[in-house]
């Protein structure tokens, strides 16, 4: 009975905006001290937090991102793929996934994409005679791609709840992101066959311009997935290569930014997101422990064992159930809060804790988009100034393309591990 008064606080609370750290401490709290345990266990949660070593990443990635954001990074970045795929019919489009992608990978915020590549990649699209339906679909879709892509900041949160190896997160997204990229760019090419579109040419000089201008940002990735695939250096000795050369190239090289006026700024602003990110999670440790000592997990897997054996049926309630979470909250309080229930009843039906991670991270992506109150929706909403219909109409064919990833995603394991088997 405790459990359901807990749950109906707990969503009374979210329903009146309290911050989510005191919501979860309150009800962890109250549930300790309703069995009469000590409320140290809830100190010792968070002490090993601190002592998690893997949690160095989370700082060092997010200011490395918002030092990215804050630059002229964005513009060099579009004016490369531009000059890459820009001759192809449709291929604009294919810059702005390709770009978003990798922007919200460093970034690790779908939000952000669309805010700061937004005015630079919708103006562009409407320009070159894309249909502004089309256009304004594209972007909001582009703007959640790429976290599943490293150093993506999910992807450290979910391995750090989960307790599975982040390098291997980091390895077992990069394919599954590809795919998610290449089955939306297929989409716009095909959509835009035969339209009015303008198509740029191919010019050697302009994609050489354009490499030179991007030239120490473009090694970037290569050195971090490079590096921790090969085994060079884990994911905290990757997240301290970032930060340090993001911060040397982009304040040093391209001056694009001022170490006395703009880097106090960033630096306050890159860890008040980290700060908050942390409440959230040594609060969620508390209420987890409590969650384990009661055997939810293992409650409510085995009352869903009475009407469901298959593995696959699961999956596809699974699926479901994340969707409607990706619509509700936001990534990082998911991951803290959904991550530590679902994992035991997944492994439970043979769920590989890796590829557990893929699948809710890709249906996170989705949620972000899914009407009627996915939160990439009301932004691009805001930021382009459209009516939030209009929005919903523009992303329900990107929606479906989605849908078909995450089914190929959930159901071919190997779409995730294969690399990790190799």
């Known amino acids: 009975m405790l459990n359901f008064v807990l749950i109906f606080l707990f969503i009374l609370f979210a329903l009146f905006r309290t911050p989510l750290f005191t919501v979860i401490s309150a009800i962890a709290i109250l549930s300790f001290f309703s069995k009469g345990i000590s409320l140290s266990a809830i100190i010792i949660e968070m002490v090993r937090l601190a ?39 449709g291929g604009l489009a294919v810059v702005v996934l390709v770009s978003c992608a990798v922007f919200t990978a460093f970034t690790g915020a779908s939000g952000v994409t669309i805010v700061a590549l937004g005015g630079l990649v919708l103006p562009a699209l409407l320009k070159s005679n894309y249909s502004e339906k089309f256009s304004l679909g594209l972007v909001t879709t582009s703007g959640s791609l790429g976290l599943l892509f490293p150093p993506s900041l999910p992807l450290i949160l979910y391995g750090l709840v989960a307790q599975v190896d982040v390098d291997k997160l980091f390895i077992a997204g990069i394919t599954p992101g590809i795919l998610l990229v290449v089955l939306l760019s297929i989409y716009s090419i095909v959509k835009n066959i035969g339209t009015k579109i303008e198509v740029q040419k ?11 201008d991007a030239i120490w940002e473009i090694p970037l990735p290569f050195i971090i997935i490079g ?22 190239v982009e304040l040093f090289i391209y001056r694009d930014l001022n170490i006395k006026n703009d880097l106090p700024r960033i630096m306050k602003e890159s860890m008040l997101m980290v700060g908050g990110i942390l409440i959230i999670l040594a609060s969620a440790l508390g209420l987890t422990s409590y969650l384990i000592d009661e055997q939810i997990p293992m409650k409510i897997f085995e009352f869903i064992q009475k009407y469901i054996s298959s593995k696959y049926t699961f999956l596809i309630l699974l699926n479901l159930f994340l969707l409607v979470v990706g619509m509700l909250m936001d990534i990082f309080s998911a991951i803290i809060v959904v991550v530590p229930i679902i994992t035991p009843i997944a492994k439970n039906f043979g769920v590989d804790p890796i590829h557990l991670g ?23 909403s805001f930021r382009f100034e459209k009516p ?29 591990l294969f690399l990790l088997k190799r």
């Not at 893929?358 to 691009?380: A, H, K, Q, R």
Request: hydrophobic residues 55%.
């Open 227 to 248: 590096g921790i695939y090969s085994g060079i250096f884990t994911v905290i000795e990757a997240s301290a290569v970032t930060a340090v050369y993001v911060f040397i």
């Open 51 to 89: 002592n998690t070593s893997t949690l160095v990443a989370i700082p060092l990635f997010t200011f490395a991102g918002y030092i990215l954001a804050e630059s002229n990074t964005p513009r060099r970045l579009v004016n490369l793929t531009q000059a890459l795929f820009g001759w192809i019919p």
């Open 202 to 212: 191919f010019s050697l000089r302009n994609l050489w311009r354009a490499t030179l």
């Open 388 to 416: 939030i219909i209009k929005v919903y109409l523009a992303t329900i064919p990107f929606i479906i393309i989605l849908f078909i990833a995450l089914i190929l995603i959930t159901y071919i394991p190997e779409i995730s």
């Open 358 to 380: 893929i699948i809710f991270l890709t249906n996170l992506e989705i949620g972000y988009l899914t009407p009627p109150v996915g939160l990439n929706l009301f932004i691009s």
